[in-house]
Structure formats: C-alpha cells, structure tokens
C-alpha cells in the first residue's frame, strides 16, 4: 500500500485479556517504531526494529509487552493480560534506513485500544 | 535523557492571522533533528516540518518556518496566513542520531491549535 497501515482500528477488549496489534510498513522501509499515545498526550516510544539487528526494547512499559517482526515486513505487538491503563492510541511508524537521522518517519492511523 | 517541552497546552488564532507555537528540549548531544508533527482528529500524524541541528538557516515550508536558536535549545513553529485546516493537535518532537537509539522521536505534550473563522 502507499502508506503505514495498521489494524485493528479500534479495539475494546475487557481487563486481562491479550491483544494483538498489526502494524504493515511501507514497502522498502527497513526501519519500524511503536509508539504509545495517552489521551491527551504526546507519544511515547516503546520499541523500534532496523531489519535484521536485535529491537531496541527500551521504550516498553513492562513484561507484559512484547512486539515481533518478520524481516521488513509486518509488525505485531501484544500486550498480555492487558489492564485499564493500558489503553492508549497505538501507532506506528516506519522509516527508510535512518542514516544520520534524516530521513522522516511515516506513522499509520492508530490503534485505538480500550480496555473495560 | 532528552526532554521536549511545550508549554502551551491550547493556541488560538484568527483565520489569516500569524501564530507562533513554542517548543524548548533539553539535550546534551551537539547532532540531532527536530521536527513539528501536526495530528488532526483522524490521529494521523502528518509531518509539516524538520530543522537539522547543524544548519544555521531557519526551516521554511510554505506557510509554516520555524525559529530555531540552538544555543537556548528553543525550536518554535509559526504559522503564517492561518487556514481552518491548519486546526489540530501540534507535536514537537526530538529525534537522535540513527547511531544512538536508532533514532527514535521523543515527543512534546502537544498545543492544540484552533483557528477562528
């Protein structure tokens, strides 16, 4: 496609349920970021993929938060047994190689998740 | 760590009046980027902006440049000739060097920006 696509768009899910959040990068795009955004608040990052090197887990927020990808291509990020204050907007961003920092990063729409 | 600030939580403008956004960051490192991300309603994040550290010379696209003094690490967003469509949540952001952290974005709070007809 010709942008970052990510699905669901919205998800309610109840307290202590697992979720699964699909991000597809833009094609050639070998760099992919997941960011967190709290209502009302700016992004958080939570863990970025460079092809084949080892994630830079950092940004998450505990155990329970966990992301994969395959190759360059398709990005899933779960949260186990999910909690109210886990619900956020859940985007994602992918970027040509980043060489210096320059080049942009171009984010999906989100996933709004709730959680009951 | 990296810290970006913006202190003002809402902005409001006249449409074709000019408005400047305001944006501090706190960094140690000498080389890094600084963008302005515009969010509307749809949550897509849309970038309107972007100022290489190492450039002296002010960051101009169209309607929108910015204010960039490096030394008082103050990066501010002003928006000439004000349109409805300019209305939206504003994001700040910082990002380091793609050797340091893969370049990830470290965001501002936001401004949220309406204009008045």
């Known amino acids: 496609g010709a942008g970052v696509s990510q699905s669901p768009s919205n998800k309610v899910t109840e307290k202590g349920k697992d979720v699964e959040l699909r991000c597809d990068p833009i094609?050639?795009?070998?760099?992919l970021y997941w960011y967190r955004q709290r209502l009302g608040q700016g992004l958080e990052f939570l863990i970025y993929f460079q092809g084949n090197s080892a994630p830079d887990k950092s940004g998450l927020p505990s155990d329970r938060f966990s992301a994969e990808r395959t190759g360059e291509s398709v990005s899933t990020l779960t949260i186990q047994r999910t909690q109210q204050e886990d619900s956020a907007v859940y985007l994602c961003?992918?970027?040509?190689?980043?060489?210096?920092?320059?080049?942009?990063?171009?984010f999906g729409d989100g996933t709004r998740l709730s959680i009951l | 760590a990296q810290t970006v600030t913006q202190s003002q939580p809402e902005m409001s403008v006249q449409e074709a009046e000019t408005v400047t956004l305001s944006c501090t960051y706190d960094t140690s490192e000498s080389d890094y980027y600084l963008f302005w991300y515009k969010q509307p309603p749809s949550r897509q994040m849309i970038l309107v902006i972007r100022q290489e550290a190492y450039k002296q010379q002010n960051a101009t696209e169209n309607r929108f440049s910015v204010n960039f003094q490096k030394a008082a690490k103050s990066f501010s967003l002003k928006i000439s000739d004000s349109q409805l469509g300019d209305a939206a949540m504003y994001f700040c952001a910082y990002r380091t060097p793609s050797n340091n952290q893969g370049g990830k974005l470290i965001f501002g709070q936001g401004t949220e920006l309406s204009v008045k007809p």
């Open positions: 961003a992918s970027s040509l190689v980043p060489r210096g920092g320059n080049q942009p990063q171009h």
């Open positions: 094609s050639g795009h070998t760099a």
